[in-house]
């Protein structure tokens, strides 16, 4: 089975040099795109071959590219590499074990819609990929493959490392914008897309770093293989984690359409001794929970969104029979609530209220009434209600969790207020998990 | 970094010389707005208000525009910290497999609560988001350092050495 | 036009307008927070949403936000979808849970965006059942309350403050729902233009900090139409009185004035109202007197050799009935020497050369502005904030381009970034408008004026050029000239700030010169040189948009009724003309030295004043005839931009005060 983007990662995760990266054919798509493409042919190639962004939204982006203006000025590269949504941890390993493939695939991009700056806008905890993205650089700066006249062409590019400083709301690639302009990362109005008007106004791309890792071997190996490559119409490989109560966590590349069940049994072990699959984030954190029924579906945007969830990311998160639903939910919305951005009502005021009845809930303060004001809450802070799509992905796990795991809510209301009001206590009746793990 | 009246120098010239070295990266100066509050806090570990002023005297904002940039940002340090942070992911899959356990030791051996300073002025404990490494959960930062699969007993390794070293 | 259909009803409409304001124009209610008629919108709030259908198939819809939907032929959308209302009400009850039930004791309550909104939705019951955020409020300076608990993070007074009047002191910090919204340390607000953030914020987290120190309810207060003294702008103002005290000033809304913005003086300028300082009996020599005594006598004075000085702080009214008592011959301008020269050579140019007044809305539209000699944000400081916005319209054609709207804020400033129309600025100090303009000159008078007249040369040679003008100012001179000459609607503003009249002629050149250049202004082939055109060519020649700006709120007034100064006053009393002079809201010590002043005094034999303040001038009055202010009397003004506009009393005068036209006209 061919895996193009983690091949040359090596075992034991040192950074693959340029001459080794050069050696395995690196290098080559792009000498091929500058050489022997014209830039529309460069995106006509990468239309072709259907990729589709990694980052969560799944856009095409041959599409994407073709929406940047042709006429001749100042436009940009901009490569989200602010992984930060909880569960999630593929580019780490792509810019720590291969970053020349990077740093390829953005100069292709670079070519393609006529780019001569790109910056790389890394969340600042990564402090390894930092340094190897930097060494890479250079190298790629001391081997004239950055700078003018790259591989002989009419072509100029310098990349930037940009490092941020925290905040999940950056991967929003226009709250990105703000950032890498300075300012406070507020997401933008769209329209304007960034294609047209995106970092300091300019025409900009802006892509997930796997998204762009893609890029040098469609260019190589060409659209047909590329599409190939995949087990279903999303084409290519993907990187696909699982992390929670599983033998072997870990992150595998392998052909989009993969079924999750190879996925959670064959990669990473199934579950591990003594807990049972009640469920599962497909995609991190703002994806809607899926259930053990689900689990023959195949891990590509379309076969989740019609299952109710998404693709996202494509790094699961398992819940365990031993886990409470109501407690991974309150921890994913306490996430959300901190790192809303504040600029909307829905999710700046109305997050905190989910985590209020959540933490009510728990308590033993809950009220009937309040499951349906959940609902509400999700309801309100869904698509198109909300500036941009923090809210809505912080809605999926609770919509989905009130939808599959209402009876773990229930659980924690108090049977009559009455009770409460004498004084005695709520006896929460435990999980099947809880109970092994109590002993009991 | 005192001049001789004990007078604290809002940015050194070796600062601000990064400064302008990152400022020089970008169409704009301001662009390099967190980049040199980044600066300031690798020499001095936090961003006080005097040393926010002068970076923003340097970078043509005003104090209370940088200040709200900031403010935004969780890794840019308006009080003081230690002199290395502990920041422990306490994001989904890390919570799942016991990170409030880690937490709770680490603040039992530090004696220190989050948002908190030893007396010794050696570490300080915050949460932080999810640090990619939920493969190897839970996890947790110290400085640049990333410590995976934590227990209690590699908590205590791991804080031995970095009590001892740098 | 747009045919679009809203419940049900059909409506035409203009095209290209936000969807919000469209309602808001045909009179539907729909709630709003962060839009802002002048600042557009930025779809924050999430309060103004409404059901949209794609076709006339469409029977589900979507939810959309009105203020960022442009408006389109077609366009269906309903208010009243309860989908719509339900979102709308919960809305305001986000927006509640962290906000204080202090109502009774918030000093918006009763003229509270917040609570009209509320109100409007329906929302009534609050189902939160969780603590409230609290902030800690800081000192702002002596205008303006913080009270930031009562937030609702609408974003409006940093928008409004900073990037509408370019203040920098006032911004957000930190994140999620702790947004905080102030300075970056306690400490008085800079910004010439910060009591706006009264009427900005829609809640009571800015409130008139001189209106706390005599509160009262919004329906306590009786209210007139008025018109601000304290420049020649003429910006439109509601005073604000109860119980003989005036309690507040706030906006009045002129869409060719002021708009929705008021600067600082003009709205807390109010205190001497209700001073101490202020002549509440009339008097001669110094002893109370009755009103009748008071205007007995004054008749008595008034039948002799009698001069009258005007006042170019007082009514057309005012100075029209002194000249009726005292005849037109004996009537003064009462101007200093040299403002009466300069307000000359202004209505010169206004009468005779081609060229237009524009009004401040017009100014907020220029695309090119040279500013002659004035430091606006003092002389005319509503005026200066237009021209803030006028240096916006690069941008916003930028945008336009890009086919982003207008109103769409954010987006327009996201994609322009920095870009602004030219505004070049000369000027003998620095002034607040030098931060956005394309290049400033700083020089004496006569300087300035050099440079004027060689941009009007580079946009036509047969203006007179200036010899010997040194390389680079003669570069400046000549990139002013491109900047205007490329201009659609280019704007020169001068005035009398630098008392100069070679600075008001260079302006005048240059409006020349811009007008003979345009062929589509048809300027004769033949056109005369730089000499005051004759009326045939004005008539031919499109006019050019330049602005004067005067000192007082009604200097051209006056100006148009009399030209002579109080030097004329002087030599007429010394050559014996007259005996007796009375001053009409006039501190002569502010229009000639003082020992001229002493010596014209001096040589008066009554001297009768009637004023509302006391003053240098006052205090040596025979007979002193106290008058009201702006406040409590009526009268019209004539602006700088020549609107003669009315304004009517609020209260009347205090003690035995009268309307100044009054008491000559008794």
Known sequence: ?440 | MDDKNNKPIPLTESEAAEIRAAASHYPDPSAASIEALKIVQKHRRWVSDNNLQAVAELLGLSAAELDGIATFYNLIYRKPVGEKVIHYCDSVSCWMLGAERIREHISKRLGIGLGETTADGRFTLLPIVCLGACDRAPAMMIGDELYGDLDEASVDAILTREDRHG | MAKITLDGQVYDVDAGENLLKTCLSLGLDLPYFCWHPALGSVGACRQCAVVQYKDASDSKGRLVMACMTPVTDGLRAELEAPEAREFRASVIEFLMTSHPHDCPVCEEGGECHLQDMTVMTGHTVRHYRGRKRTHRNQYLGPFLNHEMNRCIACYRCVRYYRDYAGGQDLDVFAIRNDVYFGRFEDGVLENEFSGNLAEVCPTGVFTDKTFSAHYVRKWDLRYAPSVCAHCAVGCNTSPGERLGVLRRIINRYHGEVNGYFLCDRGRFGYGFVNGEERIRQPSLRGEPVSIEAAVAHLAGLASGRTIGIGSPRASLEANFALRALVGAENFYAGLSRAEAELVAAILDVLRRWPIRLPTVREVERADAVLVLGEDATSTAPRLALALRQAVRNQALELAQELKIPGWLDAAVREAAQGAKSPLFLASPAATRLDEVAEAVYRGAPEDIARLGFAVAHCLSPEAPGVPDLAGEDARLAETIAAALASARRPLIVSGTGCQSLEIIQAAANVALALAKRNPERSAPADAPDQSPPSAGLTETMKPVDLCYLVPECNTLGLALMDGRSVGDVFAAVQEGAADTVVVLENDLYRRADAVAVDHFLGQVKHLAVIEHTFNATAEQAELLLPSGTFAETEGTLVSLEGRAQRFYSVMPPAGEARDNWRWPAA
Not at chain 1, 9 to 23: F, G, N, Q, S
Not at chain 1, 168 to 174: A, D, K, P, Q, V
Not at chain 1, 298 to 322: E, K, N, P, Y
Not at chain 1, 349 to 370: H, K, Q, S, T
Request: proline content about 7%; overall charge negative; aromatic content about 8%.
């Open chain 1, 1 to 440: 089975m061919d895996k193009p983007l983690t091949r040359n990662i090596k075992p034991d995760l040192a950074p693959v040099t340029l001459a080794e990266y050069r050696r395995s054919g690196g290098y080559e798509g792009l000498k091929k795109a500058v050489t022997a493409m014209a830039p529309a042919e460069a995106v006509a190639t990468v239309k072709e071959a259907n990729l589709r962004g990694r980052g969560g939204a799944g856009f095409p982006t041959g599409v994407k590219w073709s929406l940047v203006p042709q006429a001749a000025g100042q436009k940009y590269v901009v490569v989200n590499a602010d992984e930060m949504e909880p569960g999630t941890f593929k580019d780490r390993l792509l810019m720590e074990g291969d970053p020349h493939q990077l740093i390829e695939g953005i100069a292709i991009a670079a070519y393609a819609i006529g780019a001569d700056t790109a910056y790389i806008f890394l969340r600042g905890e990564y402090t390894l990929a930092a340094r190897r993205l930097e060494q890479a650089l250079q190298e790629a700066r001391d081997a004239s493959l950055l700078g003018r006249n790259i591989l002989g062409a009419e072509f100029h590019l310098d990349i930037h490392l940009h490092t941020s400083a925290g905040r999940y709301i950056c991967g929003e690639e226009t709250a990105l914008l703000n950032s890498l302009e300075g300012k406070r990362a507020n997401p933008r109005t769209k329209p304007p897309y960034p294609q047209t008007s995106g970092l300091w106004g300019r025409p900009t791309v802006v892509n997930n770093v796997e998204t762009v890792c893609n890029v040098p071997h469609i260019l190589r190996e060409g659209a047909d293989w590329y599409r190939g490559l995949s087990r279903s119409q999303d084409a290519g490989t993907k990187l696909f984690g699982v992390s929670g109560r599983v033998k072997k966590p870990g992150l595998w590349e392998l052909p989009m359409g993969t079924p999750i069940r190879e996925l959670i049994e064959d990669c990473a072990g199934g579950m591990q001794e003594g807990y049972t699959l009640r469920g599962f984030l497909p995609g991190g954190a703002s994806t809607d929970f899926l259930l053990p029924e689900h689990l023959d579906l195949a891990m590509d945007f379309d076969s989740l969104q019609r299952a109710g969830s998404r693709l996202g990311t494509g790094t699961m998160i398992v819940l365990d029979d031993a886990t409470c639903p109501v407690r991974i939910v309150l921890n994913l919305e306490r996430f959300f609530t901190q790192e809303s951005c504040g600029w909307c009502t829905p999710c700046r005021d109305g997050l905190p209220w989910v985590v209020e009845i959540l933490e009510g809930i728990l308590a033993g303060r809950g009220r009937p009434e309040d499951l349906d004001r959940l609902e509400k809450l999700a309801w309100l802070m869904g698509p198109g209600h909300t500036f941009c799509a923090l809210a809505p992905g912080a809605a999926e796990p609770l919509q989905s969790a009130l939808k599959y795991f209402r009876e773990d809510f229930e659980r924690y209301l108090p049977v009559s207020p009455a009770l409460s009001l004498r004084g005695e206590e709520h006896r929460v009746p435990l999980l099947e998990g809880e109970r092994r793990a109590a002993g009991g």
